[in-house]
Nanobody
Framework: QVQLVESGGGLVQAGGSLRLSCAASGSILSITARAWYRQAPGKQRELVAAVTSGGSTDYADSVKGRFTISRDNAKNTVHLQMTSLKPEDTAVYYC???????????????WGQGTQVTVSS
């Protein structure tokens, strides 16, 4: 089992920044990749950013150039630095543990509790 705990959400004005963190514990040696998803009201959960154990990253087109995912392997923590935030970034953000296969990220059923990010216009 893997436990994921997120922190860092909140309310910010458009154009502002927030940094999310996700700490992992448990059977983390089995986890090779981590990611952030988000889910806005009435919408499906979507992949925002992912990072491999080696530090390679992928981003949704909607956040490229604004969000940066990084990981601290020594602390088993993944961060999502969000800048130039827009109202459409408002969602609950979830941390996930998964793996890559053939260049695509696949989530395992390990999720954090979610953290609310609200961007006001």
């Amino acid at each position: 089992q893997v436990q994921l705990v997120e922190s860092g959400g909140g309310l910010v004005q458009a154009g502002g920044s927030l940094r999310l963190s996700c700490a992992a514990s448990g059977s983390i040696l089995s986890i090779t990749a981590r990611a952030w998803y988000r889910q806005a009201p009435g919408k499906q959960r979507e992949l925002v950013a992912a990072v491999t154990s080696g530090g390679s990253t992928d981003y949704a087109d909607s956040v490229k150039g604004r969000f940066t995912i990084s990981r601290d392997n020594a602390k088993n923590t993944v961060h999502l630095q969000m800048t130039s935030l827009k109202p459409e970034d408002t969602a609950v953000y979830y941390c996930n543990a998964g793996y890559y296969s053939s260049g695509s990220y696949y989530p395992l059923d390990y999720w954090g509790q979610g953290t609310q990010v609200t961007v006001s216009s």
